[in-house]
């Protein structure tokens, strides 16, 4: 004789059960109600325990009661849920702050589930950063040319004396300084000013015969300034056929953080004959999201070489390294301390 317990919501349902389990000569020996198993039971529900017994050759494994067996399914479903519910909070979280949607949805699904559920600032942080570091153009050497290109007013003049700056304090490699901006007033003179007192190597080159003479004259990587002009000027055109006959020459193009994304692609567009591979994000002490900037930037396969906030020389940039790229859109502190070189 085998006995064997069975839980269902009622009678009838016990009953049904217990002649499909035991066959049609299951005799019942007992029915009553007892709390169910799990959390259904904690709050005051109660099913039907049939106890029945037949005559069978084989042991069955006995079945677990209905409620649990119920509940097992739920308890991943919801998991799930809760995880998915975490996850569209974090989402939620970073476009609150100027993410777009697709970024912040790539960025939370690197998240494990436990990050997820616990939330936290950090997680969200290293996640973000890794989703930008096909971004981050932040390696520390120097090609033979490093040419700053832009529209006027975006800050290459500031940002070559900060690099400059930066390798003077730091101990690092000297540079030479190279100005060709001879249509904005005192530009010359400022860059100039910035040579004496690290005590760089600087010269002028308002011609292109004038640019290759400071180019095959130069002991050290050469950080070559820019006028404001549109890429078809015919100076631009000069200055740049030296540079393509020259080796390694590595051309960054200065853009605002505060640049719209509609902006963003017209000068992308615009300079896109002079082949930047990487550009400079400034100004972000004034922008409200750099999201829209990054992410016209990361549509054209460039990368990111330095970020910059203020106008301190040299303490205003940095190298822009996935966690800086992070703390950028994220709109926290970027530049604390002074480690470019």
């Known amino acids: 004789m085998h006995v064997k317990r069975i839980y269902r919501p009622s009678v009838r349902e016990a ?36 106890t029945a017994a037949a005559e069978r050759a084989t042991v069955e494994t006995p079945e677990l009661p209905v409620e649990m067996s119920a509940d097992r399914p739920e308890v991943p479903a919801r998991r799930h849920r ?7 909070g974090a989402v ?5 702050i100027g993410l777009d949607r697709p970024f912040a949805e790539a960025a939370v699904s690197r998240l494990d589930d436990a990050a997820c559920r616990g939330g936290s600032e950090d997680a969200l ?7 930008l570091e096909p971004l981050a153009g932040s390696d ?8 700053f290109v832009g529209p006027p007013g975006m800050g290459k003049t500031t940002t070559i004396a900060k ?3 930066q390798e003077r304090v730091g101990g690092g490699r000297t540079l030479n300084l190279v100005a060709t901006d001879t249509m904005r007033a005192g530009a010359i003179e400022q860059l100039r000013a910035y040579a004496a007192v690290m005590r760089m190597p600087f010269r002028v080159a308002r011609t292109a015969d ?68 990487r550009v400079v994000i400034t100004k972000l002490d004034e922008a409200e999201s750099v999201m829209p900037l990054m992410a016209a930037v990361r549509d054209r396969g460039l990368a990111v070489s330095y970020l910059a906030a203020g106008q301190r020389v040299p303490e ?23 480690t470019c070189h």
């Open 82 to 88: 809760r995880i998915e519910h975490a996850r569209a």
């Open 163 to 165: 690099i400059a700056a």
């Open 316 to 338: 205003d940039l940095r190298r822009a390294t996935p966690a800086d790229l992070a703390a950028a859109l994220l709109r926290e502190p970027v530049l604390e301390e002074v």
């Open 125 to 131: 942080r290293r996640a973000v950063a890794a989703e």
């Open 140 to 147: 520390d050497t120097y090609e033979r040319c490093e040419v």
């Open 210 to 277: 004038e640019l290759d003479e400071a180019l095959v004259s130069a002991r050290h990587p050469v950080l070559i300034d820019t006028a404001g002009r549109p890429p078809a000027d015919q100076a631009v055109t000069d200055l740049f056929g030296v540079l393509e006959r020259k080796r390694k020459v590595r051309t960054h193009l200065v853009l605002a953080a505060d640049t719209s994304a509609a902006v963003a692609r017209r000068i992308l567009d615009r300079y896109a004959p002079l082949k930047p591979s």
């Open 15 to 50: 009953l049904l059960a217990a002649r499909e389990e035991l066959g049609p000569s299951a005799l019942v020996l007992s029915t009553e109600l007892v709390p169910a198993v799990g959390w259904r039971g904690w709050i005051g529900q109660r099913v039907v325990r049939l």
């Open 92 to 96: 939620a979280r970073l476009v609150s």
